[in-house]
């Protein structure tokens, strides 16, 4: 899944969240990290003063905003294979490219994509992309063949880089000494936007096993903070890729449901902040939060493939999504190539909506400076830390035990590293079953606790 703040307007009053000043880390944190035995750090980071920390922390964080066009080229290739929106053609696995190729499927689609760049009409992520082709110089009614190939090269780097991240996964799996353990499998690939409704339902598993637990009580969390949620633009599994509904982001809403169903928040005293740097997260979630002050909500598509049977517990999530946060609705009707598609929507109340503002903001190298009492109870990190190495890993989780409560958690899929005297470590771990058929149908969720 895909970096980002959400406030929440209680009675009228903003959270003082908002006025949050952003900075980078300080040289005062981030000399413990660089002291720090065992670590690999970046050459101009070797033996670096304050003066080097403040040049290398700014130059990285550009770095790593520019990998986000990458992963919206990634989106590109993704819409270019499973896309129904702009085509009538069948949509082609990754298995069965070269059967595609030869019958002139995979040409009709390029085809098919060009036409659309050039006239995108309504649909948002043709238009998206109409932006996205000028600053790599190419004009979307220009030369089709320039078009056509810069399209085929992109699908060909994608197929490649799957090729080699299959390889790595598969290295990380033999290594691994936990499931949690997923050893940086993105950290030299584009930042994609692309999310699911499975992280939600681990998150959810998890809080309900903190609950259990007594690590979490009824009414503790009031300050969320949601990293990187993800925009739907379209996924990259061809069974969960759809394209026939506008962008949609499901994280902060989901969470917020969680939250209430598990009384883990008092009605109407919770904020979500959605951290991230992707502007079009960002401005996708303004603009819902503009339609919610004139009293209108989010509607959020939910297709579920029946074809490819999920786990009873997974269905009920599924089914019981959205029923604290707004009412369920009509959902567009999906495709006739999606047979068998069960499909649900709901409308998120404005009220919700409101309870989450976005803020731009680089983990990895920026934090908030909240006072004590402003600080989350909670931040959600998930499909997040994996696109980044060891050292960005320590960094990111200084950033945010920064901006935590004394006990505040983090929850997320990935294992971070730790270092000694470090003021967030890891408290325990989740493991959530999808499939109890299926002994390798499980994630792990850790939770991470501020001293």
């Known amino acids: 899944m895909r970096l980002g703040l959400c406030a929440l307007l209680v009675a009228g009053s903003t959270l003082s969240a908002l006025a949050a000043e952003r900075e980078f880390m300080p040289w005062s944190s981030a000399e413990s990290i660089l002291a720090g035995q065992g670590i690999k750090l970046p050459p101009d980071l070797e033996n670096a003063n304050e003066g080097a920390w403040n040049t290398w922390s700014r130059k990285q964080d550009k770095a790593v905003r520019a990998r986000l066009e990458q992963g919206d080229l990634d ?230 493939d029946v074809a490819r049977p999920w786990p009873p517990d997974v269905i009920s999530y599924w089914r019981a999504q959205g029923d604290r946060t707004g009412t369920v609705v009509a959902p567009i009707p999906a495709p006739e190539i999606f047979k068998g598609l069960e499909t649900r929507a709901v409308r998120v109340r404005p009220d919700v909506v409101l309870a989450c503002e976005p803020l731009d903001l680089d983990i990895v190298l920026e934090r908030l400076k909240l006072p004590q009492a402003e600080r989350f109870d909670l931040v959600i990190g998930t499909n997040i830390f994996l696109y980044y190495d060891n050292f960005q890993q320590l960094l990111a989780l200084e950033n945010i035990g920064a901006m935590l409560k004394p006990g505040g958690l983090l929850l997320t899929n990935d294992k971070l590293p730790q270092l000694p005297g470090s003021s967030i470590r890891q408290a325990g771990m989740t493991v959530v079953r999808y499939n109890g058929d299926d002994p390798g149908a499980i994630e792990a969720m850790g939770w991470y606790r501020k001293n």
Request: glycine share 8%; no cysteine.
């Open 75 to 304: 989106s590109m290739v993704n819409l270019l294979l499973f896309g129904t929106s702009f085509t009538r053609q069948p949509r082609i696995g990754i298995e069965n490219i070269t059967e595609a190729a030869r019958k002139g499927v995979l040409r009709a689609r390029v085809d098919d994509l060009i036409a659309g760049l050039r006239n995108p009409g309504g649909n948002e992520r043709l238009a998206f992309l109409n932006p996205l082709m000028r600053s790599r110089g190419l004009d979307p009614n220009g030369s089709s063949a320039d078009l056509g190939v810069f399209v085929y090269s992109n699908l060909e780097r994608v197929l490649r880089e799957r090729q080699t991240l299959a390889a790595r996964a598969a290295e990380a799996r033999r290594d691994a000494d936990s499931v949690l353990d997923r050893s940086s499998l993105f950290r030299d690939r584009g930042v994609s936007l692309d999310t699911s409704i499975f992280p939600d339902f681990s998150i959810e598993q998890t809080l309900r096993d903190l609950k259990t637990r007594g690590v979490l009580g009824e009414g503790q969390v009031s300050r969320v903070a949601v990293i990187g949620p993800g925009l739907d633009f379209i996924d990259k599994n061809e069974e969960s890729a759809y394209d026939y509904y506008p962008p949609q982001t499901l994280q902060p809403f989901a969470l917020y449901d969680s939250l209430a169903r598990l009384e883990l928040s008092k009605p109407g005293a919770l904020s979500v902040s959605i951290l991230d740097i992707s502007t079009q997260v960002l401005d996708h979630v303004k603009r819902a939060r503009e339609r919610a002050r004139r009293n209108l909500g989010y509607v959020i598509q939910l297709p579920r």
